[in-house]
C-alpha cells in the first residue's frame, strides 16, 4: 500500500510514491498526510498529525500529536496512532475519540483498529450513543464482522455531568458482567444485568436487550404496579410487537387480588393516506346495576369491557375521513378500572371536504351514556347530519355572501324523533370609516322544514315542538359598530373600544319547532354580540334589540389586564321561549363581562360574571386563576351558578365547584403536588343532589423526582362517591420511567 503525502498546513503540496531503497527511520515534514487503503478513493484513510515517522525497513508509519483520521463517515483523534502496513494493523493512543458510521462516539485510551477504522481490542471504553445513553466497559473486544464484546459494562441513559462540566453520577444504570453488540441488526444485549438506581442494586434484568439506535423492536416492557380499593394490589405488563415499520401490537395483561384478570391489546398502523389505532379491554367480573345497586348475575361473573378506535385518511388535499369510536360494555367498567372519568362516550364518522372557499361534511354519531339517571334510549343518534358552506362574491356588490345547506336526522329509540333541513345565505360588509370606526353590514335569509314524531315523550313542554311536518322563514338585518380609541395610561398603552349592535328579525315560529340543539342557553361575552344568542340551529332570537358593551385593554411592560363588559336590550320580551334567570328572556338582559389580569408568564387571572338587571346577583360567577411557572404553581377554579330555574330544565340546573391543583418544586429534581373537585351545590339549589353545601368529589396528593432520564412519583388518589361497583376509596399509584431503556 503506497503512502502520499497532502498539501501542507503551511506550505505547497507535496506527492510522491513511498520509498523503495534501503530501510531506514527517519522523521517525515510534519505536514497533513493521506495514507491509501486501495486504489478506491472512497475507501481511503487519510489523517492530519503534528510529526510523522516512517520506518520503510519494518513498514510501519507512527504519526505523533493531533492525530485526525477519516474515512468516509467515520473518524479517530488521538495523541499518537501506529499504522503496520504489513498487517495492516493500526493502534491509537491517548485521548482517543473514535465515531463511527451510525454516529456513535467511543472514548478511551488505547485502542486496536484495522485499516477500515474499525475498532478492536481496548480498555477502560466509554461508548456515546449516537440516540442518547452511555455505555462503558473495562475491556472491548470487536471481530472482523464489527461484532463486540463488552466485559463488566454499565450502560445509562443519563447525563454523566452536570450543567458545569463536572461528573455526576447518575440516577440509574444498568450493570452486567457482559454485553454483546451484534453489528449485522445493530442489537446490544446484556448477561447477568442488574438495575441499579441512585447507586442501589434493586432487581436483576434477565435477558434485557435493546438495539443501538433505540429503533422500536418487540420485547416485555417494564411493568406497572397500583393499589386500590376497587381491585386491590394490581400489577400489570405489556409485550410489544413491532409488526412492522407502520405498525405495532401491544399486548398487556393485568392481574388484581381483588378480581379476575383483564386483557388489553393496542393495535396501531400507519398507512399510505393516513393512519389508525384500535385498543380493547376485555375481563369478567360481577356488574351492578348504578340505579338499584344489585349486581346482575348473582354468585357469577358476566363480560365486560371497553372498545375505542380512531383515524384519519387524507385522501387528497382536500377530501378527508375522520373516524372514532368508543363503547363500553356497562357505566361502571371505566371507573372500576381506572380507565376513564367520561361520563359519556361519542363515536363518530365524518366525511369532509375544506378548499379557501368552501366546507362540505357527511357526519354520523351516536352516543353511549354513562351518567347515573340517564336512559340510554333517550339519547339520540344522529344519521345523517350533512352541512355545506360556500363563500363567495356577488357581482357588483362589495362584501362576501355565504351560503348553507344543512340537514340532520336524530332517532331515539325510547324518545322523541326529528328530521330537520334547511338553507341560509348571510351576506358581510366590513367597512372602516375615515373616523376609525370598524362598520359591518349584515344580512340573513333562512328558511328552515322539520318533521318530528313521537313528542309526547319528550318531558319538557317547550322542547317538544308540534308533531309532524313545519315550516318557517327567518330575515335578519344588522348593523355592528366598534370605535378603538387609542391612548396613553399609567405608562403603558390603552386602547377602549365602544361596540355597538342594532338586530332585527321579524317574529320567528319557534315554540312549533322542535328544539334539539338549544336548550343550554346562556347570555355571556362570547355570544353577547352573535346575531342569535341560541346555541345551535333550533332557536332564533326575534324582534328588535340594541347591544352595546365595550372592550378595554391597558398593556405595559410586564403585564396586561382587558376586560368586556356588555348588555342587551329589546323592544319585545322572550318569556316563554326560554325560562327567567338564563339572562336573555326580559326586555333588558343581564349584565355580563369578562376580565383578564397577566403578569408575564407567572400570573394569570380570568373572571366571568353575569349580574341579574334587577338586583345584581350574581347569576354567574367564576374564577380561573394561576400563578407560577411550569415547575412551581398554584392553580384555583371557581364556579357558581345561580339562575333559580326549575329542575325540570336538567340543562340549567344550577352548580357550585371549586377546583384546586399546585406543585411545589424543591431539591432540583423533586416536587410534591396535588388536586382536588369540590361540589359545593346546595340541595335548594338542586334536589337531585345528594350532598348538601360541601362535598369531596375527589383528591390527589402525591411527589415525584423527574430528572433528564428518571421519572419516578408515588401517587395518592381518593375518591369520596361510590357509583355502583366503581367504590369510594383509596388508590396508589407507583410510576417508574427509565428514558433510552430497551425490551426484554
Known amino acids: 500500500m503506497p503512502v502520499q503525502t497532502a498539501p501542507a498546513k503551511t506550505g505547497p503540496a507535496k506527492t510522491g510514491p513511498a520509498k523503495t531503497g534501503p530501510a531506514k527511520t527517519g522523521p517525515v515534514q510534519p505536514t497533513p498526510s493521506t495514507v491509501a487503503t486501495n ?21 510501519i508509519v507512527t504519526a505523533n500529536g493531533n492525530v485526525i483520521m477519516r474515512r468516509a463517515d467515520q473518524s479517530v483523534r488521538a495523541d499518537a496512532v501506529t499504522w503496520n502496513r504489513t498487517t495492516g494493523a493500526i493502534e491509537a493512543q491517548g485521548n482517543i475519540r473514535l465515531v463511527d458510521a451510525d454516529g456513535n462516539v467511543l472514548y478511551t485510551d488505547k485502542l486496536e483498529l484495522t485499516d477500515e477504522l474499525k475498532a478492536g481490542a481496548t480498555e477502560d471504553l466509554l461508548l456515546a450513543l449516537r440516540e442518547g445513553g452511555r455505555l462503558a ?10 461484532d463486540m464484546v463488552l466485559h463488566n459494562g454499565v450502560y445509562t441513559g443519563c447525563a454523566v455531568e452536570d450543567d458545569s462540566g463536572c461528573p455526576k453520577r447518575p440516577s440509574w444504570e444498568i450493570t452486567a458482567v457482559r454485553v454483546t453488540y451484534r453489528a449485522s441488526d445493530k442489537r446490544v444485549r446484556y448477561y447477568g444485568a442488574k438495575l441499579r438506581v441512585f447507586g442501589i442494586d434493586l432487581l436483576p434484568l434477565p435477558g434485557l436487550g435493546h438495539t443501538a439506535d433505540f429503533r422500536a423492536e418487540s420485547g416485555l416492557l417494564i411493568p406497572s404496579f397500583r393499589l386500590g380499593s376497587n381491585n386491590g394490589v394490581e400489577v400489570s405488563d405489556t409485550y410489544y410487537m413491532r409488526l412492522a415499520d407502520n405498525k405495532d401490537l401491544a399486548l398487556t395483561g393485568t392481574v388484581f387480588t381483588k378480581a379476575l384478570p383483564m386483557l388489553q391489546a393496542h393495535y396501531r398502523q400507519l398507512a399510505k393516506n393516513g393512519a389508525f389505532e384500535v385498543t380493547g379491554y376485555v375481563t369478567q367480573s360481577r356488574k351492578i346495576d348504578v340505579a338499584t345497586g344489585l349486581t346482575s348475575t348473582t354468585g357469577s361473573s358476566a363480560f365486560r369491557g371497553y372498545f375505542e378506535a380512531n383515524g384519519r385518511f387524507q385522501f387528497d388535499e382536500n377530501w378527508s375521513l375522520t373516524g372514532y369510536g368508543r363503547v363500553a360494555s356497562d357505566r361502571t367498567f371505566l371507573r372500576r378500572y381506572d380507565i376513564s372519568r367520561d361520563d359519556r362516550l361519542r363515536s363518530s364518522l365524518n366525511l369532509e ?12 354519531w351516536a352516543v353511549q351514556t354513562l351518567r347515573v339517571g340517564d336512559r340510554q334510549g333517550l339519547v339520540p343518534i344522529a344519521l345523517p347530519s350533512l352541512e355545506y358552506r360556500r363563500r363567495t362574491e356577488i357581482p357588483g356588490i362589495d362584501g362576501k355572501l355565504e351560503l348553507e345547506l344543512n340537514t340532520l336526522a336524530l332517532t331515539r329509540t325510547a324518545g322523541q324523533d326529528t328530521q330537520r333541513g334547511f338553507g341560509r345565505a348571510q351576506w358581510d360588509l366590513h367597512q372602516l370609516t375615515p373616523w376609525g370606526q370598524e362598520v359591518t353590514f349584515t344580512a340573513l335569509l333562512r328558511g328552515d322544514l322539520y318533521h318530528s314524531a313521537q313528542n309526547a315523550l319528550t318531558t319538557t313542554d317547550i322542547y317538544r315542538g308540534t308533531p309532524g311536518w313545519q315550516a318557517r322563514g327567518i330575515a335578519t338585518a344588522a348593523i355592528d359598530v366598534k370605535w378603538p380609541l387609542i391612548g396613553e395610561l399609567f405608562g403603558g398603552t390603552q386602547v377602549f373600544t365602544p361596540h355597538v349592535q342594532i338586530v332585527a328579525t321579524p317574529h320567528v315560529r319557534n315554540l312549533d319547532i322542535p328544539n334539539e340543539d338549544s336548550r343550554s342557553t346562556e347570555l355571556e361575552t362570547a355570544n353577547l354580540f352573535t346575531l342569535n344568542r341560541f346555541p345551535g340551529y333550533d332557536r332564533y332570537e326575534d324582534g328588535l334589540r340594541f347591544t352595546y358593551g365595550f372592550d378595554w385593554r391597558l398593556d405595559r411592560p410586564g403585564w396586561r389586564v382587558s376586560t368586556t363588559v356588555g348588555q342587551s ?24 363581562g369578562r376580565t383578564e389580569l397577566r403578569f408575564g408568564d407567572v400570573v394569570k387571572f380570568t373572571h366571568r360574571f353575569r349580574l341579574d338587571k334587577d338586583t345584581f346577583k350574581l347569576r354567574r360567577n367564576e374564577v380561573d386563576a394561576t400563578i407560577g411557572n411550569h415547575r412551581t404553581y398554584a392553580e384555583i377554579g371557581y364556579m357558581r351558578l345561580s339562575r333559580d330555574i326549575d329542575t325540570t330544565f336538567e340543562d340549567l340546573r344550577d352548580r357550585q365547584e371549586l377546583r384546586f391543583s399546585a406543585r411545589v418544586a424543591f431539591a432540583r429534581y423533586w416536587s410534591v403536588f396535588g388536586s382536588g373537585v369540590t361540589n359545593l351545590t346546595p340541595r335548594s339549589a338542586d334536589p337531585t ?10 383528591h390527589r396528593l402525591g411527589f415525584a423526582y423527574t430528572d433528564d432520564c428518571f421519572d419516578l412519583s408515588l401517587t395518592w388518589r381518593r375518591d369520596y362517591v ?10 396508589y399509584l407507583l410510576s417508574i420511567a427509565f428514558r433510552n431503556i430497551g425490551t426484554k
Not at 466497559?137 to 464489527?146: K, L, N, P, Q, V
Not at 361510590?722 to 388508590?731: C, E, F, I, L, V
Open 353 to 364: 371536504r375544506i378548499d379557501n372557499d368552501s366546507y362540505f361534511s357527511l357526519a354520523g
Open 137 to 146: 466497559a473495562r475491556s472491548a473486544t470487536r471481530d472482523a464482522r464489527g
Open 569 to 592: 336590550r329589546r323592544l319585545s320580551s322572550q318569556n316563554g321561549l326560554i325560562p327567567a334567570g338564563t339572562g336573555l328572556s326580559n326586555r333588558s338582559s343581564d349584565i355580563v
Open 689 to 698: 343532589n345528594l350532598s348538601n353545601g360541601f362535598q369531596m368529589l375527589r
Open 722 to 731: 361510590t357509583t355502583g361497583d366503581a367504590y369510594k376509596g383509596n388508590a
Open 39 to 59: 486504489t478506491d478513493a472512497t475507501e481511503q484513510v487519510r489523517f492530519e498529525a503534528d510529526s510523522l515517522l516512517y520506518d520503510d525497513k519494518a513498514q
